[in-house]
């Protein structure tokens, strides 16, 4: 952090280097103060090494001291951070009574403190000014909005909720509970939007219809579980087939649509904030609405098509047309589904509405043809059990289908203009070779993908979803769990999906919260990759300005959308591998080393080294979260972004090569969006059978063993963190 402008002298220079260098080291006791907090001791700790490092930052950067109520704010925050930490709480933990919104863990005060600091710094640093005081109670009130949002997970303090919104009047469990999840996402609602417009107006959000639109949204998410749940009980699965299908799908709609709309809503006028626009009755409405269409066309489509596969698969007659005429069968199916799949496919966060595009992919008659050879592709390799031969086999088959599904059809619908007079002659070769490459790629990689295992995994979850009850389907009923942080701490109950709706809106949630974790890594991971590829430091540059900043957020804002709509799809064909190999290995530096043993050595070791490998993962917790951030941060968002920044890049020199204007999109939007589908679908190593009790026995052995996970003391951690801090500080300086 360099607060002066322009070129400074050199004794200039050195005391700003000496103040930066002393505002890292007491920004770092405050947050080790915090990390031991709960005491007054450790809060008073904490708030006078804060007010230290702004008194240095605001000396160097205003050339002024800090006003009385500006020292207040840098005390009183981190002291009211730290008083509340907890050190014997765990990570997420759900409160067990309303007094336990009030604290938290030592490592969220830490980095409350940390967030306080880092916004005095950048607003001294930018603005010349210290933050209003409003901005630092955000601050302060963040984590514990937070827990707030964490009771909906305790069903005794839903229901007290309950009775305090319905004043006591009511008594039925299934009301308070809805009573109680609608006042505590109100209040959320509330305090976001009314923070965020005295934030950046001055004034409160109270225009009528912006206090009916927080309401709605609130009453829709409130409303989704047991909506939901109605769509998996028994008595609707006691109905008759179709109107219980029907009934099904309408669940899935509303319930989906009300998670989407509260989702949407928050995350709307937090995008909106960040481009300086104060929440509206326009922009409010619109977040809501456009979320709630948004959830009930994807889950309607994604319903419609699980039970429509469904029943065609239960239905004798079709079953024995397939049978009877298999080639003719599956050239009509795959020439129907074409359009529908192709328009599935290319859906993506921004994309135009889905029923106009689904119409104008069915009014092109090369879908069709494209369709019937993906379709008689497909029959003949379950008839000649394809997915069970050598991957090698496979992909070579799925190459050839694609190859012909993609020019085959091109040449032949060209050749058929040109006989008919239409066309004067054909395209230029290297279009034909171009689709050639990409249907060869895409037919390939699916073709090697949907192996014998892969296939059984995906009618299990298909059956699962199809299934209106569980156990009348004969499917157990079983808690879904998730943990958030790293697959390990942070255990949230999402309830016991009976059914395939209930299913559905328990994965669209748990997608919401994994996927808020690994936002901030894809939001940075694209800017670096940005850089990389364009061979340009203007990204990296922008990224220490208030424009770099505010896409950063933006960007990770949208990928936590992500979660609503990928999860289910991810959930539902991405598989556990029990035999190691070097594409399933989470992490793109594990990737490469399992790249390297797999060349090095013969695979009995291979597979020994995977097992040890794994075996430390689950001893040493730095570990886990390292190959964690590794696979996220650096393997999956760099495959995933890939398939915009690498893909735009090569879909311009597609189109200079094939003689178009290097601005034209010439790689199908359908190919564009496989690739990044790919890489979030790749099968991941899990030990099975013996293997599993090798690393579950000798995990045990090697933690009672071992003792603490970190071979270093929270204080010799503080100091390294310090050190950093202090060499960071003289570089910016200098």
């Known amino acids: 952090m360099s607060c002066a402008s322009g070129a400074a002298p050199a004794p200039g220079r050195l005391l700003s280097s000496l103040h930066c260098a002393l505002a890292a080291a007491a920004a770092t006791g405050c947050a080790l103060a915090a990390l031991r907090g709960g005491t007054p001791a450790a809060a008073g700790l904490a708030g006078q090494a804060a007010q230290a490092a702004t008194w240095l930052v605001a000396r160097c950067c205003t050339g002024r001291h800090l006003r009385p109520s500006e020292a207040l704010a840098d005390f009183l925050v981190p002291a009211l951070l730290a008083l509340a930490a907890d050190p014997g709480l765990h990570i997420w933990e759900i409160p067990a009574t309303f007094a336990g919104v009030l604290r938290f863990t030592g490592l969220a005060a830490a980095t409350g403190c940390l967030a306080h600091l880092v916004l005095v710094f950048q607003s001294c640093a930018g603005r010349r000014t210290h933050p209003q005081a409003l901005a630092s109670l955000c601050v302060l009130a963040a984590p514990f909005l937070f827990n707030w949002l964490l009771l909906l997970a305790n069903p005794a303090l839903v229901e007290r909720l309950g009775r305090i919104a319905t004043l006591g009047l009511a008594d039925s469990p299934a009301l308070l509970a809805l009573a109680g999840r609608f006042l505590n996402l109100l209040v959320l609602n509330q305090a976001v939007v009314q923070a965020l417009s005295l934030l950046l107006s001055g004034r409160p959000a109270g225009r009528r219809r912006i206090q009916l639109a927080l309401a709605a949204g609130a009453l829709a998410a409130a409303v989704t579980p047991p909506a939901a749940d109605w769509g998996s009980a028994a008595a609707l699965a006691s109905w008759p087939l179709l109107p219980a299908t029907l009934a099904a799908i309408a669940a899935a709609m509303f319930s989906q649509a009300g998670l989407w709309a509260e989702t949407f809503l928050v995350t709307g006028v937090l995008l909106d904030a960040l481009h300086g626009k104060t929440p509206s009755s326009f922009w409010v409405g619109e977040h809501l609405a456009s979320g709630f269409k948004k959830g009930a066309a994807y889950s309607g489509v994604?319903?419609?098509?699980?039970?429509?596969?469904?029943?065609?698969?239960?239905?004798?007659?079709?079953?024995?047309?397939?049978?009877?005429?298999?080639?003719?069968?599956?050239?009509?199916?795959?020439?129907?589904?074409?359009?529908?799949?192709?328009?599935?496919?290319?859906?993506?966060?921004?994309?135009?509405?889905?029923?106009?595009?689904?119409?104008?992919?069915a009014k092109d008659p090369a879908h069709y043809a494209r369709g019937m050879v993906v379709g008689v592709g497909v029959g003949s390799a379950l008839l000649a059990a394809v997915q069970a031969v050598d991957p090698g086999m496979r992909f070579v088959y799925g190459c050839?289908?694609?190859?012909?599904?993609?020019?085959?059809?091109?040449?032949?619908?060209?050749?058929?203009?040109?006989?008919?007079?239409?066309?004067?002659?054909?395209?230029?070769?290297?279009?034909?070779?171009?689709?050639?490459?990409?249907?060869?790629?895409?037919?390939?990689?699916?073709?090697?993908?949907?192996?014998?295992?892969?296939l059984a995994v995906i009618a299990a979850k298909y059956a699962k979803y199809a299934a209106l009850h569980f156990p009348a389907a004969g499917i157990q009923i079983e808690d879904y769990v998730i943990y958030p942080l790293f697959n390990k701490w942070g255990a949230m109950p999402l309830g016991q999906p009976a059914g395939g709706v209930r299913l559905f809106y328990a994965e669209a949630v748990s997608g919401v919260i994994n996927w808020s974790l690994a936002a901030p890594l894809f939001s940075v991971n694209l800017v670096l990759l940005t850089a990389l590829l364009k061979r340009s430091a203007r990204p990296l540059k922008d990224l220490f300005t208030r424009r770099g900043a505010v896409g950063l957020v933006e960007q990770a804002i949208r990928v936590l959308r992500w979660g609503l709509w990928m999860a289910p799809i991810i959930y539902s064909f991405l598989r556990m591998s029990p035999d190691p190999a070097w594409y399933n290995q989470d992490g793109a530096l594990r990737t490469l080393a399992a790249m390297f043993q797999g060349m090095s050595v013969d695979p009995g070791a291979f597979r020994a080294w995977s097992?040890?490998?794994?075996?430390?993962?689950?001893?040493?917790?730095?570990?886990?979260?390292?190959?964690?951030?590794?696979?996220?941060?650096?393997?999956?968002?760099?495959?995933?972004?890939?398939?915009?920044?690498?893909?735009?890049?090569?879909?311009?020199?597609?189109?200079?090569?094939?003689?178009?204007?290097?601005?034209?999109?010439?790689?199908?939007?359908?190919?564009?969006?496989?690739?990044?589908?790919?890489?979030?679908?790749?099968p991941f190593y899990l030990p099975r059978g013996q293997d599993w009790d090798y690393a579950w026995g000798r995990m045990e052995a090697l933690r009672a063993a071992a003792g603490p996970d970190l071979p270093w003391t929270p204080a010799q951690a503080g100091m390294g963190v310090l050190a950093a801090g202090l060499a960071a500080a003289l570089i910016s300086a200098l």
């Open 611 to 682: 097992l040890n490998l794994f075996l430390l993962m689950l001893v040493h917790d730095w570990l886990r979260i390292a190959i964690w951030i590794d696979h996220m941060g650096l393997r999956v968002a760099t495959l995933v972004n890939l398939s915009f920044v690498g893909v735009d890049i090569l879909d311009e020199k597609a189109a200079r090569l094939v003689g178009h204007s290097a601005r034209t999109r010439h790689i199908p939007e359908g190919l564009r969006r496989f690739a990044t589908w790919a890489p979030l679908l790749i």
């Open 400 to 454: 050839a289908v694609g190859a012909t599904a993609y020019a085959g059809v091109d040449l032949l619908r060209d050749g058929a203009l040109v006989a008919a007079g239409r066309r004067g002659r054909l395209q230029t070769w290297k279009i034909y070779g171009l689709g050639l490459l990409l249907g060869a790629a895409a037919g390939g990689a699916l073709a090697w993908y949907l192996d014998a295992a892969q």
């Open 302 to 361: 994604f319903m419609a098509v699980v039970h429509t596969g469904a029943l065609l698969a239960g239905s004798a007659a079709v079953r024995d047309a397939i049978v009877g005429h298999s080639f003719l069968s599956c050239a009509l199916f795959g020439a129907l589904a074409f359009p529908l799949a192709k328009t599935i496919l290319e859906t993506f966060d921004g994309s135009p509405a889905f029923f106009p595009r689904l119409g104008h992919s």
